[in-house]
Nanobody, 124 residues
């Protein structure tokens, strides 16, 4: 089993920045890729960014390309989502996730473990 705990959410004005962190514990060796998802009120959860644990290859949703960066510190078993130039439409609950399949993916079905979520609110 793998446990994931997010931190770093909060409220910010449009144009601001936030950094989310996800601390992983447990059977870390089984994890091959990591990701961030978000869910806005009344909408389905969507993939935002994904990162391979070994090669550090990444993929991003078109809506966040150039503004968000996913990164990791394997020594600390923590991965991050740096969010810049935030927009009101970035508001939502953000979840970190980890999976075993071994490729960067924005699909929920490719993830085995989930954090509890952290709220991000961007005001105009």
């Amino acid at each position: 089993q793998v446990q994931l705990v997010e931190s770093g959410g909060g409220s910010v004005q449009a144009g601001g920045s936030l950094r989310l962190s996800c601390a992983a514990s447990g059977s870390i060796y089984s994890i091959n890729h990591r990701g961030w998802f978000r869910q806005a009120p009344g909408k389905e959860r969507e993939g935002v960014a994904s990162l391979l644990r070994i090669s550090a290859g990444t993929t991003y949703a078109d809506s966040v390309k150039g503004r968000f960066t996913i990164s990791q510190d394997n020594a600390k078993n923590i991965f991050y989502l740096n969010m810049n130039s935030l927009k009101p439409e970035d508001t939502g609950m953000y979840y970190c996730a980890a999976g075993r399949v071994g490729f960067a993916s924005l699909r929920e079905a490719h993830y085995n473990y989930w954090g509890q979520g952290t709220q991000v609110t961007v005001s105009s």
